[in-house]
């Protein structure tokens, strides 16, 4: 392999150059207490850090950042912190998918302007994952994800807590009368201990792990708790590593591939991972210049077992899983089902990084011959509700759910949704499909994760836990039920969610991926005449900018200006 020279390196035309602006460069660097030998000649390396004092995922990256930065000054590289939108989960409003795009942009825009020649990305908090890897791919220098890890086990009264699933089940039963305020605010004092991103197999845990199977993180650090002493010398093997990774021209070209991501479905189909990396992961490939759609996770479904036991699906959390073994474990338990020799940042093949990996526990990362579901972790529905596709996740449902027929019950968006749904005059039964609509890219705005639509208090008093909903919305990857998400076309734009009256049949059948609203044409031709498009939300703004150019769910909800794959010219410098 023929290493680059310092003279080809990017950051040389803002340091090595013998003009005036070079001069400016150079002493501005000196202005922060830095001599010409600390940088001169030697990679420069951003460390972009999406820190916030409102992201408590990200509450322990101030330090992690020193320890990635002691990493890079080993291997004789130049760190540069850069803070970046921290896309804080639990805070953000209307939703953290809102700023996705945001945070790519910022991203790609960040490396483009400065004098970088590689970069460690820091997040992990659902939407940072895939935002911070976006941008970075279109601006296509090398990179390591350095993932921000779970936190560890919740605890109440001696019981174990998940990020989320917990929060629904204790919800419910305080809806119910079943716990009383003082409980709930154990819970709530519980259920988050440490730094960490959500310790459940949500979107987070998803996103990481299905960045260390496209082979964009080093082995096994997808896994590690956020207060684990090896999170901190994970991070400094990251630093240390990208140095490297920058004299090797390790780009994200020579890294992903059709395989690469074929890995990460397949890792996240047997983790029982999040829907919402279906929508992540179809806009990452694109930037990646790489087709992917839903169908390959539905097909790559048929074929691979879900074997981790975590919850929201199973029953163990990632502190197990990481004791169980990590990812290293389970990929190599479905190693058959992996095109093992894709590159990956650490210089070898996916086959070599999982080399010798054992599973520690077989609860918590099954066996192959007893998994926790055997297949169709994901499915892929098509139909005349959903011409161009809708999601369920079918393990989360009750399996009498999966084929089921019943009158639809419409709440127009998530305000009517919220005044109507503990009625008790409402019109429904255990048999009615709920239906929420404005709830996807544009309606959303920014497809919020209202899916799991709540169980109608009155139907929870008769003992129903589960019944068959319909959005446009996506759902937290915390979240169960028989919900049907990411509706394509959302209904905003018309698509057939926007035609569905109460009483209208829908027909759900899973087995045979069919979603069909049981309206004849004519009638729906009728209704769509009818149909008078909203109003543009925005007048000015990001929120503009975001109405003007999100894309649907199937394409992955990126800005149509920001896809594909060719980077634009670096900035001349004079
Ligand atoms: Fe940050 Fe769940 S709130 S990952």
């Given at each position: 392999m023929t290493k680059k020279t310092p003279e080809q390196l990017r950051s040389h035309r803002w340091y090595g150059a013998k003009d005036l602006r070079a001069f400016g460069h150079r002493s501005r660097t000196a202005q922060m207490g830095f001599e010409r030998g600390d940088y001169a000649g030697k990679p420069v390396i951003a460390v972009v850090n999406t820190w916030s004092d409102i992201n408590p995922c990200h509450s322990h990256f101030r330090v992690r950042a020193e320890e990635v930065k002691r990493g890079i000054w080993q291997a004789g590289g130049f760190p540069v912190e850069l803070p970046a939108m921290s896309l804080s989960e639990p805070f953000q409003k209307p939703t953290t998918m809102m700023y996705r795009n945001l945070l790519a942009l910022e991203t790609e825009e960040l490396l483009r302007s400065h004098p970088i020649d590689g970069a460690v990305l820091m997040g992990g908090c659902d939407k940072t994952t895939p935002a911070l890897i976006m941008g970075a791919l279109s601006m296509g220098l090398p990179f390591i994800f350095m993932p921000a890890g779970p936190m560890l086990r919740g605890h109440f009264r001696g019981q174990t807590l998940g990020s989320g699933s917990d929060t629904w089940k204790y919800w419910d039963k305080l809806r119910t009368g079943e716990i009383d305020e003082p409980t709930w605010m154990e819970v709530e004092e519980g259920i988050a201990r440490t730094p960490g991103h959500c310790m459940t197999m949500g979107t987070a845990s998803t996103m990481t792990s299905a960045a260390e199977a496209l082979g964009l993180?080093?082995?096994?650090?997808?896994?590690?708790?956020?207060?684990?002493s090896a999170h901190a010398r994970m991070a400094t093997q990251t630093g240390r590593r990208i140095v490297d990774m920058v004299w090797e021209d390790l780009t994200p070209a020579r890294i992903l591939s059709a395989d690469a991501f074929d890995n990460a479905v397949t890792t996240v189909l047997a983790l029982g991972g999040s829907t919402n990396s279906i929508i992540h992961l179809v806009a990452m490939a694109r930037r990646a210049g790489i087709d992917l759609t839903a169908e390959r996770f539905d097909a790559l479904a048929q074929r691979t077992p879900v074997i981790a036991d975590l919850r929201p699906a199973g029953r163990f959390l990632m502190e197990d899983f990481f004791c169980a073994g990590g990812l290293r474990a389970l990929l190599a338990r479905i190693a058959h089902l992996l095109v093992l020799d894709t590159p990956t940042v650490s210089g070898h093949t996916l086959g070599e990084n999982i080399a010798g990996a054992d599973v520690f526990n077989d609860e918590v990362i099954r066996p192959l011959d007893n998994p926790l579901v055997e297949r169709d972790g994901i499915a892929v529905l098509r139909g005349s509700l959903a011409p161009d596709g809708a999601v369920i996740k079918p393990p989360a449902a009750q399996a009498h759910l999966l084929r089921h027929t019943g009158p639809a019950l419409v709440f127009n968006d998530y305000n009517d949704m919220a005044v109507r749904v503990d009625d008790p005059d409402l019109p429904v039964t255990a048999d009615t499909v709920l239906v929420l609509r404005n709830a996807g890219p544009q309606g959303g705005p920014g497809m919020p994760e209202w899916g799991q639509l709540p169980i109608p208090k009155k139907l929870l008093a008769q003992g129903v836990k589960d019944m068959v909903r319909i959005s446009d919305a996506r759902m937290s990857g915390t979240s169960y039920g028989a919900c049907v998400l990411h509706v394509a076309p959302e209904s905003w734009i018309g698509g057939p969610l926007a035609l569905v009256r109460d009483g209208d049949l829908i027909c759900l059948d899973v087995p045979a991926r069919r979603l069909d609203l049981l309206v004849d044409e004519g009638e729906l031709a009728r209704r769509k005449a009818e149909w008078k498009a909203p109003e543009p939300r925005y007048a000015r703004g990001y929120g503009a900018l975001f109405e003007g150019h999100i894309t649907q769910a199937n394409e992955g909800c990126d800005f149509d200006f920001l896809e594909g794959t060719a980077p634009t010219e670096d900035p001349e410098i004079h």
């Open positions: 993180t080093l082995p096994g650090a997808a896994s590690i708790p956020a207060a684990d």
